[in-house]
C-alpha cells in the first residue's frame, strides 16, 4: 500500500487550498500527488486525521406535492459558464449539515426547507472528487416551501434558482451542462413518482 509522508501546505485561502503530498507508493518509488482541500492547515486534512466531517452539504428539495424539484443554474469559473446544481454550500464553523441545508436554501432560493427523518447512512458525508480532493459533502433530503427569490444571496453569486417539473428535468438533461450529483438525483425525481421512496430502503 502507498504511504503519504509529508503534507506540504501550498496556499493559504480561506475556502480552499492545494497541498503537495510526499508520498511512498506500493513499489517503493516516491513522488508527489497534488491535493485541493478545504483544510486551513495540513493537521486538519482528512488524509491526517482520518476523520470524515462534511466540509458542506447538498440538498435534494422537492415541493410537498412532489411535482417540481428545487434546482440552482449558477456560474461557476472553472467552466466559466453556467451550469445546473442541486442547491449546495459550506457548513459554518460548528453548524450542522442539516442546519447548513436550511441556510443555504433560505440564502440561494429564499425558500424554506423542511428536511426528511431519514436513515443516518443516507446522510453520511461522502467524497466529492477523491481523486484531487479530500472534500466530502453531506446530503439533506426535504420539501421546500414558499416562493423563489434572489434577494437573500449574496452580492457575489450569480445564481438562478429554479423548480423545475419533470418535463423541464429531460430538457435540462437533454441540452444543459449538469453537475454529477444534480444529474443522479434528477434523473430518479424523472423516473420515480416518489422521489423519496428509495430513503426506505435502509
Known sequence: MGRLDEAIQQTGNRFLNLYEFKVTRKNGSQGSYYVASRAEEAA???AVTHENHPDGVIIYAVTEDASKVLLVRQYRYPLNDFVYELPAGLCDGDESHREAA????HEETGMRLVPLDVNPAYEKPRYSSVGMTDESC???FGHVFGELSQKF???TEEIEPIL??????RRILREER???PC??????FLTDADPFAYLSQL
Open 153 to 155: 444571496m449574496e452580492d
Open 138 to 140: 453531506a446530503i439533506v
Open 44 to 46: 486538519r486534512l482528512k
Open 183 to 188: 444529474a443522479y438525483h434528477i434523473e430518479r
Open 164 to 169: 423545475a417539473d419533470r418535463e423541464e428535468v
Open 178 to 180: 449538469v453537475a454529477m
Open 102 to 105: 436550511v441556510r443555504e436554501i
